[in-house]
């Protein structure tokens, strides 16, 4: 990837990036746990900024608009140090957010069967895009589609099938340790 990073090594962000149910915000607390940090909520962060759920977002307004307020987010978190920054499932979708996001640290890619994604997001109704007769089908086609943009804007691939998160943490942090050397 050609951007460069330009923060000093103590000073990076650590960003999670992922679809859907890979477990981004839970190793996102981990990961503070573990190193002391703070977590940026990228989702959440719209959500604050809108005044609404993402899911009234969508209804409201519709992705296109949802997309704009996402990139605002990864824009501001993006002037943060030393944070760790959990990304929705969809941040991967436009240059400029990884562009933003690369620039201020390292950038690691969760990865998850469609199977387990499945069933991890179907604990709740929170996600429109999944809100389909077929999900597993959605699932699969998403991925299909992002999958170049995942894997083309991050640093680290972390396949978390069979981990919990706490050792999903622990495997970033090695692996931050050893990209800040
Ligand atoms: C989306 C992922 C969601 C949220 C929105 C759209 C996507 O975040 O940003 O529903 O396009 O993949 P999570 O990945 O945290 O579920």
């Known amino acids: 990837m050609p951007i460069q990073n330009t923060s000093p090594a103590s000073e990076q962000n650590i960003v999670l990036t992922g679809f859907m149910g890979t477990g ?16 940026i909520d990228l989702d959440t962060e ?8 993402i899911a ?8 296109p608009r949802f997309r ?22 969809g941040i991967v979708l436009k240059s400029e957010n990884m562009e933003a996001l ?21 604990v709740n109704r929170e996600r429109p895009l999944l809100q389909v007769p077929d999900p597993l089908g959605k699932i699969t086609e998403l991925l299909n ?15 978390t099938e069979g981990k919990t998160p706490k050792e999903i943490a622990q495997e970033i942090r090695e692996k931050f340790t050893l990209a800040r050397a």
Do not use: W
């Open 56 to 63: 009234s977002i969508f209804a409201a307004f519709g992705e």
């Open 145 to 159: 589609a992002r999958g170049p943009y995942y894997r083309g804007s991050c640093d680290y691939m972390i396949d």
């Open 102 to 122: 690369r620039a201020s640290g390292v950038i690691f890619c969760l990865t998850a069967s469609p199977e387990t994604i499945l069933k991890r997001t179907s």
């Open 68 to 89: 704009e307020l996402e990139t605002d987010a990864a824009r501001q978190a993006a002037e943060k140090r030393a944070a760790i920054i959990s990304t929705g499932g």
């Open 46 to 53: 719209i959500e604050k900024n809108a005044g609404m759920s």
């Open 24 to 39: 981004k915000s839970s190793v996102a607390r981990e990961l503070a746990h573990l190193l002391g940090r703070g977590v």
